[in-house]
């Protein structure tokens, strides 16, 4: 085990004469290891004072992620700093309390589960990363049904409006899928479902409506948008389906206006992100994809982990947390 070494500093070992020691009087190297060690309490001072510098997250209006909670919750965040998340059998409860956030989630969504039946869904970093994950799920559906049709899939494209956020383009690239735009145009200011689904082909894995437009808020007509689909998907016998970005609307619509139907109550909505870092008292970065039904979620993106102990099934890429879909849960 590795201990912090303090005896070999003699009368220098009091956090007070941090700034009267000789490692106050000498400069650290800023981009190489130094050549001694220093003290912890020395360490400290000096980067907590360059954190210093840093801006006040209290005074940060710029961007609509809050910085501050209830003392409540900064406790829990601290109690639990310690444990490495990822290791599910070692923190089971953690894992439980993720479990349940997805499950209220895809009720408040309106997803069509049964009696006791486990939502299906991960706990993100924020609506960056759901993004990546829901349009990697819909990607590979694709793939597979057109391998098993014995056509090509090798030209995937999704459909959304220029006003979508920045990630998505990111996802495009990622994951090499073009993006095929929907143009705003004068006084509209979001997409236009009609002309989106004059963009979907046979290529389409998805159709991205912004629920809450990241630069003015607006929501995107999804039941337009989905009726048009269907009508479009049972001409040419295809499954395209939509995805609800719901980073700034999905916690707004269920409570202020209920009766607006853009979630799972739709046909083709297969899975929408949250995020949950952008209404107030929550700090940067929670976000969570659900998925409609298991069926939304190749299998074979779902891997197997047991070196920890027992099975554990991750669809996850950095610091997602995927709920276990192995058993179900009491209604
Ligand atoms: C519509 C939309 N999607 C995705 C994101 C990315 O969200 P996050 O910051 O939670 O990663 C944002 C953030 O502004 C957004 O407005």
Known sequence: MTLSKTSDR??????????????G?????????????????AAYQ?????????????LDLASFCTTWMEPECDKLILQSLNKNYIDMDEYPITTELQDRCVNMIAHLFHAPLGDGQQAIGASTIGSSEAVMLAGLAMKRKWQLQRKAAGKPYDKPNFVAGSNVHVVWEKFASYFEVELKN???REDFYIMDPEKAV???????ILVCTT?????NGEFEDVKKLNDLLDKKNAEHGWNVPIHVDAASGGFVAPFIYPDIEWD????WVKSINVSGHKYGLVYPGIGWVVWRSKEEL?????????YLGTDQPTFTLNFSKGTEDNHSIPS
């Open 264 to 267: 799972f109550r739709l046909k």
């Open 182 to 184: 929907v143009n705003l």
């Open 46 to 58: 000096t980067i907590s004072d360059e954190l210093m510098l840093d801006g006040n997250p209290r």
């Open 298 to 306: 190749p299998e074979e993106l779902v891997f197997h982990i047991n």
């Open 25 to 41: 009087q000498s400069s650290l190297p800023k981009y190489r290891l130094p050549e001694k060690e220093i003290p912890k309490d």
């Open 198 to 204: 004059e963009l979907v082909d046979e290529n389409t």
């Open 10 to 23: 003699g009368d220098e070992a009091t956090v007070d004469s941090v700034f009267s020691s000789r490692y």
């Open 211 to 215: 629920f809450g437009s990241t630069y």
